[in-house]
């Protein structure tokens, strides 16, 4: 029986985890030829396929991912090992690497990081990029959870993607204190002007559906996809706006907007998106475990 070649692992391990054959080949101080040579044996070794070629680019194939999810352990576990025979150094705190989507609510993700703050035992980064560099660096194991208000449909081609619900959030109207309608909606709104999410986003065709049903055109003056810029809009344009109420708690909560009224069955939703069999940090474990598939109520920042 064939024994597992840890050196082929570990050139496969340094390729996989910089994305890049010459990257990973001058880190490393060998010859592209030679790194492709290496990783090739160890995929005859395995009987798999390791990598498949995009373009230019190498991506990483199912059997790809696995490799890397054992790669990552095998060799923190050696750089800990190494740590605690030369030195006696103990292993560090853990460090729990989140992407978070970068247009989404800041009062969210803290809500989700509220638990961390106070636990000495872990360490933490946050990492706001678009959702497509999310998911490559989940792939590449930069991440070990991604925060997003979209879910990740696993479709034929893309197997390796889980999205599970954290919470959800009503789509409400708020506008300055004071000058609530006294009818229901549309009456008293005749002439507002209105701040709203960005033309593409699932918010908005929510809202727009809203308004069409009670025969309602609204006048938006204003819009914005990322959640930190509607947030500022709602506070200080004056005018009429339509967001998640998470976004602009502390603004209602300190008398600075009013909720006029609550969209019916209308939410924003948050996931945590994972690879598919991708073994958590215990302490994200347990923070995800605290979260259910309903509706909560997140501190705000």
């Given at each position: 029986?064939?024994?597992?070649?840890?050196?082929?692992?570990?050139?496969?391990?340094?390729?996989?985890?910089?994305?890049?054959?010459?990257?990973?080949?001058?880190?490393?101080?060998v010859?592209?030829?030679?790194?492709?040579?290496?990783?090739?044996?160890?995929?005859?070794?395995?009987?798999?396929?390791?990598?498949?070629?995009?373009?230019?680019?190498?991506?990483l194939t199912?059997?790809?991912?696995?490799?890397?999810?054992?790669?990552?352990?095998?060799?923190?576990?050696?750089?800990?090992?190494e740590?605690?025979?030369?030195?006696?150094?103990?292993?560090?705190?853990?460090?729990?690497?989140?992407?978070?989507?970068?247009?989404?609510?800041?009062?969210?993700?803290?809500?989700?990081?509220?638990?961390?703050l106070?636990?000495?035992?872990?360490?933490?980064?946050?990492?706001?990029?678009?959702?497509?560099?999310?998911?490559?660096?989940?792939?590449?194991h930069?991440?070990?959870?991604?925060?997003?208000?979209?879910?990740?449909?696993?479709?034929?081609?893309?197997?390796?993607?889980?999205?599970?619900?954290?919470?959800?959030q009503?789509?409400?109207v708020?506008?300055?204190?004071?000058?609530?309608?006294?009818?229901?909606?549309?009456?008293?709104?005749?002439?507002?002007?209105?701040?709203?999410?960005?033309?593409?986003?699932?918010?908005?065709?929510?809202?727009?559906?809203?308004?069409?049903?009670?025969?309602?055109t609204?006048?938006?003056?204003?819009?914005?996809?990322?959640?930190?810029?509607?947030?500022?809009?709602?506070?200080?344009?004056g005018?009429?706006?339509?967001?998640?109420?998470?976004?602009?708690?502390?603004?209602?909560?300190?008398?600075?907007?009013?909720?006029?009224?609550?969209?019916p069955?209308?939410w924003?939703?948050?996931y945590?998106?994972?690879?598919k069999?991708?073994?958590?940090?215990?302490?994200?474990?347990?923070?995800?475990?605290?979260?259910?598939?309903?509706?909560?109520?997140?501190?705000?920042?």
């Amino acid at each position: 029986m064939s024994r597992l070649n840890y050196h082929h692992l570990y050139y496969f391990w340094q390729v996989a985890r910089s994305g890049n054959l010459t990257r990973a080949a001058n880190s490393l101080h060998v010859s592209q030829s030679a790194l492709s040579a290496q990783i090739r044996q160890l995929e005859s070794s395995l009987d798999c396929v390791l990598f498949e070629r995009a373009g230019r680019r190498l991506q990483l194939t199912a059997a790809g991912h696995k490799a890397l999810e054992y790669a990552n352990e095998i060799f923190s576990r050696g750089e800990e090992l190494e740590a605690i025979l030369r030195e006696g150094i103990e292993p560090a705190r853990p460090h729990l690497r989140i992407g978070v989507l970068s247009n989404m609510s800041r009062n969210f993700i803290e809500s989700f990081i509220a638990p961390l703050l106070d636990n000495r035992e872990v360490r933490f980064s946050l990492h706001a990029r678009g959702l497509t560099e999310l998911l490559q660096g989940l792939s590449q194991h930069q991440f070990d959870l991604v925060l997003s208000n979209n879910s990740v449909t696993r479709g034929n081609q893309d197997p390796l993607w889980q999205s599970q619900l954290l919470a959800r959030q009503p789509l409400v109207v708020v506008g300055p204190p004071g000058r609530i309608p006294a009818g229901a909606f549309p009456q008293g709104y005749e002439g507002s002007r209105w701040v709203a999410p960005g033309s593409t986003s699932e918010l908005r065709s929510i809202f727009e559906a809203f308004c069409a049903r009670h025969g309602y055109t609204p006048e938006i003056i204003m819009e914005a996809d990322d959640m930190a810029m509607l947030r500022l809009l709602a506070r200080d344009s004056g005018a009429l706006s339509v967001l998640p109420e998470v976004v602009v708690r502390d603004e209602i909560r300190q008398g600075m907007l009013c909720q006029y009224m609550t969209l019916p069955n209308a939410w924003e939703q948050f996931y945590a998106i994972t690879l598919k069999g991708q073994r958590l940090p215990e302490a994200l474990r347990l923070l995800l475990g605290r979260w259910v598939e309903e509706t909560v109520a997140p501190a705000a920042d």
